[in-house]
C-alpha cells in the first residue's frame, strides 16, 4: 500500500496541475470491477469517480495539494513529502478500502476524487450537481484516524486599498493605500468575535500583501487577501461585520464560502472536532456527510508534511469499519 502511496508523490500536482494526478490514475490504476468516470468542472478541471455498482456510500477526497511540490521519502516507517497526509495518503487508504470491499463481496460503493479542494473547491461543486442517490459520503482529511463532530467554516476575502499617488520624497502630495490598509487591520484586529462553545475562536489569517508601485512612489493601490475560519456563532455575520469596516477606500470581494458545519457520525470511534475546512459543505446532495482520515493536520502544508504507514493501515481497517457500519442503516 505504501508503494502506491510513493509513486502518487512523485508527481506534482499542486493545485493548478492536479490533472497530472488526474491523467496518471487514469491510465496506471483501473480498480477490478469499477468503471471511471470523468467529471469536467467549468474551468476543465477533472474529477475522477470510480464506481462500483450504483454508488450509495461514496469515499472522497481531493487531489490537488498545496505548493511547493516536495519529492517523497520514506525513513523508519513514515513517509515524508507533500501529499503524505493531505491528500494522497487518504486517496492510499480509501483505494485500498475499496479493493478490499470488492474482494469481499461489496457493490453499490464508490471512490471519488475531487479537482481545487485547496482553493476553491471546484470540483466538489461539479460532483454535487452531477452525483445521484448517494446515502452516505465519507471525506477523507487528515484527522489523527477520527471520526468528526464538527469542523470550522472559511470564508476567504480579498482586500483592495485605494489611495493617491505620489513622489515618495513628497508624500504630503499622496495617500498611501499601504497606510489605508494598515488601518483597517487595526480595526478588524479590534473586533472581538463571540466565542463558539463547541468550535471555540474565530481567527483568521492575512496573505499575499502587495502593492505593484516602484520603491520612489506613493502607492495607491494594495492588496491583500484574509482567510477567516469560522464557527456557528461568526459564520452568518461575518461579512456584514467586515464590510462595516470597509469605508470608501477599502473594497471587499468574498471569493470563497464555507460554512461551519456539524458531521454525521456512528458510535465506536474516537471522534474530535477541527478547525480546517474541507470540500465537505459543498457536498451537501451526496447524503449525510463523515469526516476522518488518517495523519495530522498540524504536519499538512507544512515542510514536514508526513504519514506513517501503521496509521494508514489503520485507517483502511477503520473505513470497512465505517462502510458496514453505514450498511446497516441504509
Known sequence: MYKFLLNLMTIDSTTGSEHRLADYLVKNFKPVGATIKIQRTARKQK??????????????????????YIPPHQKAGIIHGRGACDAKGQIT?????????????????????????????????????????????????????????????????EVTTTGKAAHSGYPEHGESAVENLRLFLNKLAAIKFPKDRQLGKTTYNVSLAKTINPLNVIP????????????????????????????????????????PMSFFTVPGFKTGRVSFGSDAPHLSNLGKRLLYGPGNILNAHTENEQIKISELKKAVIDLKKLYYNLLKLQ
Request: with cysteine; charged share 25%.
Open 47 to 68: 474529477n475522477i469517480f470510480f464506481k462500483w455498482g450504483k454508488p450509495k456510500i461514496v469515499f472522497c477526497t481531493h487531489l490537488d495539494t498545496v505548493a511547493p
Open 93 to 157: 487508504a480509501m483505494y485500498e478500502t475499496c479493493r478490499q470491499l470488492y474482494q469481499e463481496g461489496q457493490k453499490d460503493f464508490g471512490l471519488l476524487l475531487l479537482a481545487d479542494e485547496e482553493k476553491k473547491s471546484t470540483g466538489a461543486k461539479t460532483a454535487n450537481k452531477l452525483v445521484k442517490h448517494c446515502k452516505y459520503i465519507i471525506i477523507g482529511e487528515p484527522t489523527e484516524n477520527k471520526l468528526i463532530t464538527a469542523a470550522k467554516g472559511i470564508l476567504l476575502a
Open 220 to 259: 495607491d493601490k494594495a492588496t491583500c487577501k484574509i482567510l477567516f475560519r469560522t464557527t456557528f456563532t461568526s459564520h452568518n455575520h461575518l461579512e456584514k461585520i467586515i464590510k462595516k469596516l470597509a469605508g470608501k477606500k477599502v473594497q471587499l470581494k468574498i471569493i470563497n464560502d464555507g460554512s
